[in-house]
């Protein structure tokens, strides 16, 4: 059998977009309309697959992203997507193959991190991932929420209305380059992704809902927060049994996250709010009359961050408190290992290389965890993936990165 892994030229479009398909359990289809705007949004460079005898059986794909991180900082990260390995071809080593051309160029390029949401936890420790953020779903039992709909009108004074899709692609981008800088573990989004989300492009396997837009204006008239989300429709027994789905909430003040939240379960006919991936620690139930009208649905890993220049991504991000740390960092791939000298305070830090004896070893992976201030390095040690060489080093290490609010990545990708 001839395997090749090669980069995806135009021609293989198609028998590219059918393998990952098949790879994520969809029907093994595509249309038109998926593959022109795959045209226009994919980078022939960063585009692999792996051929047997002229047939796509493994997929891989990569594209230029910013992380928001610690102190609102963005850095460029490879971000990773569409990883699919037929069933016909999986366990031979195919996507380790390709990760690792792709970890290697995203290196080459300058990347600080690659990233990625893992459809499994088990499979992305080993390319020297971690899981740097996490999530939180909640369902809203509306009736329990104790909102009173005559109320509904934002307390702050400002107001709520309808936005368009076309609309929203006008002012979206804008607010979400204004949220995003003030939520470690966002991430960009791209001018091709602000189109599947207004429904102007539909991908083969996109679900065919038109979703609603409401926008959030502050007493002043800017624009600070939007919800889009859908309804299904439930009628039972001749009384209304809906839920609205919210795909997707972003806010820049308490205000308009508060203001969008109470308007989505004061909806008449609605019964369920469901919240989508909300950050683990988000305020959502405490805007509510009894916070137990949230009940937790799904609670998992999201964002995984493989780093790949480590004093790049130390020096980027911020710290509360001054401190030194000699930091062991263990990359069995040899892209981002070494002992680093890590000097950091509220003015600002630097990270250098170091002969100095190291005061915490961990796995680049460990690092990953800690790096947006979500894992404690007192719990990775307890866990055994952490090991203090000097007495205090953890404490040090979390009074450095820990932080008082989680990261949140709320997209996928
Ligand atoms: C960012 C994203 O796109 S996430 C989406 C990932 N895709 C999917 O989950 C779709 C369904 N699954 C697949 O297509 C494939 O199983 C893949 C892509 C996950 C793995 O591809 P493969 O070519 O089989 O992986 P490969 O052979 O390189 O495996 C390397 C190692 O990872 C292990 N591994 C691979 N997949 C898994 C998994 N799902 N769970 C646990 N271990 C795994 C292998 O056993 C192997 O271990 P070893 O080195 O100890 O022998």
């Given at each position: 059998m001839s395997l090749e892994i090669r980069t995806v030229g135009d021609d293989d479009l198609r028998g590219w977009a059918v393998a990952v398909a098949t790879g994520f359990l969809k029907p093994p289809v595509t249309s038109d309309e998926d593959i022109a705007f795959r045209r226009s949004d994919y980078d022939p460079e960063r585009t692999w697959g792996a051929y047997d005898d002229g047939r796509c059986v493994a997929t891989f794909r990569s594209f230029p992203q910013e992380l928001t991180v610690v102190g609102g900082a963005p850095v460029p990260t490879d971000a990773v997507s569409a990883v699919t390995v037929l069933p016909t071809h999986r366990r031979r080593g195919l996507l380790s193959r390709m990760m690792a051309n792709d970890l290697r160029a995203a290196k080459e390029r300058g990347d600080a991190a690659a990233t990625l949401i893992a459809?499994?936890?088990?499979?992305?420790?080993?390319?020297?991932?971690?899981?740097a953020t996490w999530t939180s779903a909640w369902r809203i039992d509306t009736a329990r929420a104790g909102l009173d709909p005559r109320h509904a009108a934002p307390e702050s004074g400002g107001r709520i209305d309808f936005a368009s899709p076309e609309e929203v692609r006008g002012f979206g981008p804008g607010l979400h380059d204004r949220f995003r800088v003030q939520v470690p573990g966002a991430v960009s989004r791209n001018d091709k992704w602000w189109l599947r989300a207004t429904g102007a492009v539909r991908l083969a396997h996109d679900p065919p809902t038109e979703r609603h837009h409401a926008v959030y204006r502050s007493p002043?008239?800017?624009?600070e927060g939007l919800a889009s989300y859908t309804y299904e429709d439930r009628w039972e027994a001749k009384r209304p049994d809906n839920s609205a789905h919210v795909e997707r909430l972003i806010a820049t003040s308490p205000d308009a996250e508060r203001a969008l939240w109470q308007f989505l379960c004061s909806?008449?006919?609605?019964?369920?709010?469901?919240?989508?991936?909300?950050?683990?620690?988000?305020?959502l139930p405490h805007f509510?009359?009894?916070?137990?009208?949230a009940a937790i649905q799904e609670h998992s890993d999201y964002l995984w961050l493989r780093p790949l220049d480590v004093p790049r991504l130390l020096e980027a991000r911020t710290y509360p408190v001054a401190g030194t740390l000699v930091l062991e960092v263990e990359d069995r791939a040899r892209l981002a290992g070494g002992r680093f000298l890590l000097d950091a305070g509220p003015e600002g830090a630097t990270c250098t290389p170091t002969t100095?004896?190291?005061?915490l070893s961990l796995g680049v992976g460990e690092l990953a965890e800690l790096y947006l201030g979500d894992a404690a390095a007192a719990r990775l040690a307890a866990l055994g993936r952490v090991h203090e060489a000097r007495p205090g080093a953890l404490a040090t290490a979390d009074a450095l990165l820990h932080t008082a609010r989680r990261p949140w990545c709320p997209d996928m990708f």
């Open positions: 459809a499994e936890y088990p499979i992305y420790g080993r390319f020297g991932f971690g899981p002043s008239g800017a624009i909806i008449d006919w609605v019964q369920y709010v469901h919240t989508g991936q909300r950050a683990p620690d988000d305020l509510l009359g009894d916070p137990r009208a100095r004896s190291a005061e």
